[in-house]
């Protein structure tokens, strides 16, 4: 599923055009990221929680020449699923563990 798809999905639902569906998913993603840029982390109980990384640089390999470069530090951001949906997601798997 894409963003796009997102949209149209929630414009299936009663009182929600599509216009109305992409602002909502807009606003959505957009205050994830207005969170993140300050640094803020963003939880969504039960689903996720997102944060930001920093890495400090270091120095690496060229593949191509083998030369040593110096890696910038770097902020990357980190999602990490949460408890319920990890649960949801493996339930199958738990039952079919317990059958054997």
Avoid: C, H, W
Avoid at 9 to 17: R, T
Avoid at 47 to 62: L, T
């Amino acid at each position: 599923m894409n963003k796009s798809d997102l949209i149209e999905e929630l414009a299936n639902k009663p009182n929600l055009n599509s216009k109305l569906a992409e602002k909502v998913v807009n606003i959505f993603f957009d205050t994830i990221i207005e969170g993140l840029l300050n640094d803020e982390r963003v939880e969504l109980r039960g689903f996720s929680s997102f944060q930001m990384k920093n890495y400090a640089p270091y120095q690496g390999r060229n593949p191509k020449s083998g030369g040593a470069i110096i890696v910038k530090a770097k902020k990357l951001p980190f999602f990490k699923v949460g408890k319920e949906l990890k649960e949801l997601l493996n339930k199958d798997q738990d039952q079919d563990q317990d059958q054997d």
